[in-house]
């Protein structure tokens, strides 16, 4: 099933590799950055006028689409180079074809040097399918937060390129296996955070308890004795639903110190 969040996600890469910045796009494509902001945030669905817009800008819809990149992007993206001969001696001409009445211009240099630009691609040392959805799951979340939370909130593209400085890498998928619980911790702490704004269950208070209820139950499901005697002790109930907001963020933040400090042997 393709997901709208990693289609936006892709989206974002392809504006980003063609060297478009986001108000170039949106300008290039004739359509406000706002409505071009909603794509990338994958909420609005890609219409088959944009995308053929974007085609011809060079973006590989193909890839935007299905994660697949398309079998003649490297033969275009050679095409648009300028062309290179070398004579006997040594000596390097740039090559560009000219339209009619173009002035040409030709320029000679003694000394050629050739840059090769090595790419890695992701392996066995790097992190799984299965662990690359986690964290693109995660990065839906926080990007969804932070549109909902702040006046100027992170895109896809910030949350991404933050990610990728904490673990160091140039792209996600390189993140390396043993750094998968390093990358996972950053997102969680950078949620936590989000859910602990003091606006966060005003903007969207269903979510915002969901997730508490979910955190909750998760990390006391193997005790959920004490959590049974903390909620009767503390605030006289039998069950999370019937918690106020700021209960259930006392009860979230009890749980989540518990679950900092080393467990006693009798467990408490």
Known sequence: MIERADIAIRLVEERTRTGFTQADFARKLDISREGLRLYELGQRGLSAEFLAQAAAL???VQYVLTGVPS???AEAEKAAQPQVNVSSGGNANVVQVAQAGSTIHLVN??????????????GDQHITEAQAAKLTELVRQIVELETQLKKAPKSFRSVWSALNAHCGVTRYLLIALEDFPKAEKYLRQWIGRLNSMASAPVADNETWRKRRYS??????????DWLAAYLKKTFKVTSLTELSDEQLDRTYRAVAARKRKPRSPNGA
């Open 71 to 73: 079998a003649n992007r």
């Open 58 to 60: 060079g973006v590989d």
């Open 109 to 122: 240099t003694q000394n050629h040097v050739t840059h090769t630009k090595a790419e890695v691609k992701p």
């Open 215 to 224: 955190y909750i139950k998760i990390n006391t499901k193997d005790d959920s």
